[in-house]
């Protein structure tokens, strides 16, 4: 279909009204579905960001925790060599 003027392209045969609402109702609906993918791509980029930061500092706590562990552990085991060799020395 060709058009011989400006005015008759945007008269669009005497559909301009359907034909135009139908370009802007498309283009509304893309324009909004890459705002919303973009919305929620920012938030599952910021959870999992979260989710690494909680991972990290739960290791830490677990390192944190075993090692004190780990050093109470050889301060009993000092103290029951301690009191073994010392029931030896008085008996």
Not at 6 to 29: E, P, Q
């Amino acid at each position: 279909m060709q058009f011989d003027s400006i005015s008759a392209f945007l008269d669009m045969g005497g559909y301009a009204f359907f034909v135009w609402l139908s370009y802007g109702v498309s283009t509304f609906l893309l324009a909004a579905l890459i705002y919303s993918s973009h919305n929620n791509h920012k938030k599952v980029k910021n959870k999992i960001a979260q989710r690494l930061q909680r991972e990290i500092k739960l290791r830490k706590a677990a390192e944190k925790s075993s090692a004190e562990a780990k050093q109470t552990d050889d301060k009993t085991s000092v103290v029951k060599d301690l009191s073994k060799n010392s029931n030896k020395v008085v008996s």
